[in-house]
């Protein structure tokens, strides 16, 4: 079920009247309605694959208890060796099969050796990525002694299950999260007009902002050529805006949800078009996942202790690894690569962490700020290209500066008319976005009669007849 | 829960009460202009009685140009095709041209060949051009006859606007702040509702096959047509224009038809295999 459907607009407010009308006063029952809920959400896409989640739900609980009564070092490698198996067995399976197989069949090639193998027709699990993630750091923190485990399954279940951040994160941390399913839940008004406010703001993020560049980001990134520098640069520019529209209005909705249902999830975006450097671009964006890999890859490798050597190939395996985790493609891995790149010389000269305190930007800083958007941009190209080659031909055509054109926006009446909107509605995104950051606030925060005017442009202005996916859904 | 309430309540109706504000807003727009057919009908063509109309798709506007007949025929016609629309919508036009109080003794159809014998027709991709008038009985019950997510939105517009003039805000709600600018604005067509397509080559290409295609008039949009045109005592003629790769042929009917479909020899006179261009 996506956020933006008609089906959602009828199953939250059912699952919400239900939740706080029917089982108010009735803690486990509103634990296993929300459980019901995740499932005929999940289900609503594709009920086959269901199982999968009750897969690994049924594996970490099992593990988790395990850990518990393990007292031997081996046997408690064991169980998280059965855990890691698991989840990083069914990702690798379904995400990664088919590109380890062509890679080797390819790099056997290159040798001159003519190598032939099957490779499989998979579909994608949506959204196996958050959640393997998401039960993985379960078990690893029991593991740890970080934390005790859960003797409810349905809390854990749903811990696993929770629709509102099933599909496309935040990746919630056991620790934050599972917690709150065992807490006697109060309707806080205040807290949960936030979260209306925030699905509002997220659904203009994804409708309006992003399905209006993917408009033209889906004809520039077409690999057909013909277009000018220009247009292709801004191509580059908007795909940023459409990736940051889609996946955090996204993240936006789901923390909203939630809110709607007494939970708190992790801020998961902070604004990140507005860093100065590369360091505080990730610490801005998709927080969730940065700071998992953080916690579970890059400390556990020693993190930024150790020789230079040590650091920089700590940094290099994050970057690199976090680039995979987004797809099975090169381009992902190269995009990993070359923010490690950019990120180096600030670890190097121990200039990652200059902007952790001062939060609020200063009109000097506005260089900054762009030069770090255009770097970030230069690598979305990797990112959203279909493959090396054509991601190295559109920057060998942005940099050739051959021609500024713009013909693209302006071809149609109807070109004209969606570039008007797609400007203007990034406007309208930077503005609150500026507001937000000035006033050291880590969400949008809208009065109702800005929230009035966001869900009328929503309207008027959003994308409804051919809305594309979620990008985030194919990770 | 009850501030939670009022909250929500005061932001859904102010949000409700001027999106439906601006939605009603415009589609009176839309009836005041002439962006689309079905107000270029109502608002700009004066005359109530015409020797003949062409009914018809993207086929119909660009091959009969009723300026060109007119001024040989001497006689008084309106192109009333619209482009991406099938036997249903020209149906619809038709329904709308008579509760127009307009009439004419002669319907002249030319909807693509591909439209003939479709026996389960689905909403046309331009059939939202009728939602300023979804509150004549003919255009609701039109939307209510079928069963995909467009219909249910544009059949719902009638008491709650906003739906169709949102769902598809770049085709109803900025033409019709083009139509509240300037009235007169016409969308791709004339003051006798004619369209051309641009010719895109010079060169001529002779025409050496074409491939045979027999039409059964199989969908029920077609009886639809004939049987109103029998009520309103209108003589109904089928017209198949030019094709480029199809020689069409009908065999014994009960209707006039002009086979036009392998007349032209020549691909220069082709913007596609559809479509004729202004040569």
């Known amino acids: 079920m996506l956020f933006n459907s008609l089906d959602f607009a009828v199953f939250l407010p059912l699952v919400f009247i239900l939740y706080w009308f029917v089982f108010k006063r009735w803690l486990s029952a509103q634990n296993g309605l929300l459980l019901v809920a995740s499932y005929v959400f999940y289900a609503w896409w594709d009920w086959r694959f269901l199982g999968l989640i009750v897969f690994s739900t049924l594996v970490d609980y099992a593990v988790a208890r395990g850990l518990v009564k393990a007292e031997k070092s081996q046997k408690r490698k064991l169980l998280l060796g ?22 080797w069949v390819d790099a056997w090639g290159r040798l001159g050796v003519s190598l032939s193998a099957q490779t499989l027709s998979i579909i994608l699990p949506v959204g196996i990525s958050f959640y393997t993630f998401q039960t993985l750091s379960y078990t690893i923190d029991v593991y740890r002694k970080q934390l005790k485990p859960t003797t409810s399954m349905i809390q854990f279940a749903t811990y696993v299950a929770f629709f509102p951040q099933l599909v496309a994160g935040p ?41 209006n560049c993917a408009f033209f980001v889906n004809q520039l990134f077409a690999g057909s050529g013909g277009y000018s520098s220009a247009e292709l640069f801004l191509g580059a520019v908007l795909f940023a805006f459409q990736i940051y529209g889609d996946f955090s209005g996204y993240s936006d909705i789901a923390i909203g949800v939630a809110r709607l249902f007494g939970f708190r999830l992790m801020t998961n975006f902070a604004f990140p078009y507005f860093s100065r450097d590369i360091a505080e671009f990730w610490r801005r964006w998709h927080i969730s996942l940065s700071t998992w890999f953080r916690d579970y890859v890059y400390i556990p490798l020693g993190g930024s202790r150790g020789s230079k050597w040590l650091q920089i190939r700590n940094v290099l395996v994050v970057f690199i690894v976090s680039g995979f985790w987004h797809g099975a493609n090169w381009t992902f891995i190269v995009w990993g690569g ?44 990797f990112f959203r290209a279909d493959s090396l080659s054509l991601a190295w031909a559109m920057l060998e055509d942005v940099l050739s500066f051959q021609s500024v054109t713009l013909q693209v926006f302006y071809h149609s009446s109807k070109s004209v008319l969606l570039s008007a909107i797609t400007v203007f509605s990034i406007l309208v995104l930077l503005f609150y976005e500026y507001r937000a950051v000035q006033n050291n606030q880590r969400e949008v925060i809208l009065t109702p009669y800005e929230a009035v005017f966001i869900a009328i442009l929503l309207v008027f202005m959003g994308v409804y007849k051919n809305p594309a996916d979620f990008i985030y859904f194919q990770f | 829960m009850r501030l939670f309430l009022k909250h929500i309540g005061f932001v ?189 080559t010079q060169v001529s290409r002779p025409i050496v096959l074409r491939h045979g295609k027999t039409l059964q008039f199989k969908n029920p949009y077609f009886k639809k047509i004939q049987d109103l045109c029998a009520v309103n005592d209108i003589t109904l003629l089928v017209y198949i224009p030019p094709h480029k790769t199809l020689a069409v042929s009908t065999g014994f009917t009960s209707f006039s038809v002009i086979n036009h479909s392998d007349l032209l020899q020549d691909g220069l006179y082709f913007y596609d295999d559809f479509h004729v261009n202004g040569l």
């Open chain 1, 171 to 211: 990746i919630e941390r056991a620790k934050q999260l599972l917690p709150q399913f065992a807490t006697p839940r109060v309707f806080n008004s205040e807290f949960a007009i936030g979260g209306v406010s925030l699905i509002i703001w997220g659904l203009f993020k994804k409708m309006v902002v992003a399905d």
């Open chain 1, 338 to 381: 070359l923010h490690a790149l950019l990120f180096l010389p600030l670890l190097l000269q121990q200039k990652n962490r200059q902007y952790i305190q001062e939060t609020r930007i200063q009109l000097y800083q506005l260089p900054r700020i762009l030069y770090t958007f255009v770097v970030v941009c230069f690598a979305w190209v």
């Open chain 2, 12 to 200: 859904l109706l102010l949000f409700i009460g001027v999106s439906s504000a601006i939605a009603y807003g415009s589609l009176w727009a839309l009836r005041q202009g002439s962006f689309y057919k079905p107000s270029f009908l109502e608002r700009q063509v004066a005359s109530s009685s015409f020797d003949y109309i062409v009914l018809g798709s993207s086929t119909g506007l660009t091959t009969l140009n009723t300026q060109v007949i007119d001024s040989v025929l001497g006689t008084q016609g309106i192109n009333l095709s619209m482009d991406d629309t099938a036997l249903s919508s020209q149906y619809l036009m038709l329904q709308h041209f008579l509760g127009s109080g307009k009439q004419t003794p002669v319907c002249i159809l030319a909807a693509s060949i591909l439209d003939y014998d479709v026996t389960d027709p689905v909403l046309s991709g331009n059939d939202y051009r009728f939602l300023p008038y979804g509150s004549e009985g003919y255009v609701q019950a039109y939307y209510d006859s079928f069963s995909d997510d467009s219909a249910w939105i544009l059949s719902n517009s009638n008491w709650f606007p906003m739906l169709g003039v949102g769902y598809f805000n770049v085709e109803l709600f900025y033409p019709s702040l083009v139509s509240l600018i300037e009235p007169n604005k016409r969308n791709r067509f004339d003051a006798y509702g004619n369209y051309s397509y641009p010719t895109t």
């Open chain 1, 82 to 103: 059965i855990s890691l198996i698991c989840n990083l067995g069914l990702l690798g399976f379904f995400k990664y099969y088919n590109f380890f197989v062509d890679s």
